[in-house]
């Protein structure tokens, strides 16, 4: 299985060259210090994974749909510090398939390397905690809807996404906007198709995580019931 290794951090790459190459089954076919040598390599080279810290220096997240667009067979395994459920979430929608934590163990690690390489999701267990933390489920994430392209709201979508989040229904958004309810109806679809959800929770927790709204509503609804 060929791998690239993508991670400014010289002393990480050694550790996971070690690692990899101590298991056998794998090939490590280049390491990239920065995007433009990870793009370089994936011309190149190509690889099956390519396991990387997308925050550490010289990465960011968007060379992720950047590489898949040059190469879509390539599969991206995720491997930082903690973060947050949300940075979670957008790196699952940038493209990433699996994603552990850099202090998982050796096994899990080698485990989820090659789940990725033979097209699966792989998510440690730390991982699967902080999302489902954040009321987040990973099953109703759609990641089969999840392109390269960045998610464009327009204002009359963030508009919609408020009043959803603030548990009006389809015909209470359409009188208030002055619209028929068929075309608050498609709004809907293309809200929940853009944001790589399924229903109505998955809308309400991207209003709370990007501050469309306040949480603190739903906790004094919550509190009033």
Do not use: W
Request: net charge negative; charged share 20%.
């Amino acid at each position: 299985m060929h791998v690239i290794l993508a991670d400014s951090n010289d002393l990480v790459r050694v550790g996971m060259r070690t690692i990899l190459n101590a298991h056998g089954g794998f090939k490590i076919v280049g390491e990239a210090k920065d995007k433009a040598e990870l793009l370089e390599l994936v011309k190149n080279f190509g690889a099956a994974v390519v396991l990387i810290d997308y925050t550490s220096p010289g990465f960011e997240i968007d060379i992720i749909p950047k590489v898949i667009s040059q190469n879509k067979q390539v599969k991206f395994l995720a491997i930082t510090p903690e973060q947050s459920a949300q940075t979670l979430v957008d790196a699952l929608r940038s493209g990433v398939t699996s994603y552990v934590k850099k202090d998982c163990d050796l096994a899990e690690i080698i485990n989820a390397v090659e789940e990725t390489g033979h097209g699966n999701k792989f998510f440690c267990g730390q991982i699967l905690e902080t999302i489902q933390r954040a009321s987040i489920d990973v099953n109703d994430i759609d990641f089969d809807s999840f392109s390269c392209e960045p998610v464009i709201l327009s204002e009359r979508e963030n508009e919609i996404i408020i009043l959803i989040a603030e548990g009006m229904t389809n015909g209470q958004i359409a009188e208030q906007l002055f619209l028929s309810n068929h075309t608050i109806n498609t709004h809907r679809k293309n809200i929940m198709s853009k944001l790589g959800v399924k229903n109505t929770a998955g809308i309400v927790m991207y209003a709370v995580k990007t501050n469309l709204v306040s949480p603190n509503k739903f906790l004094f609804a919550a509190d009033n019931n």
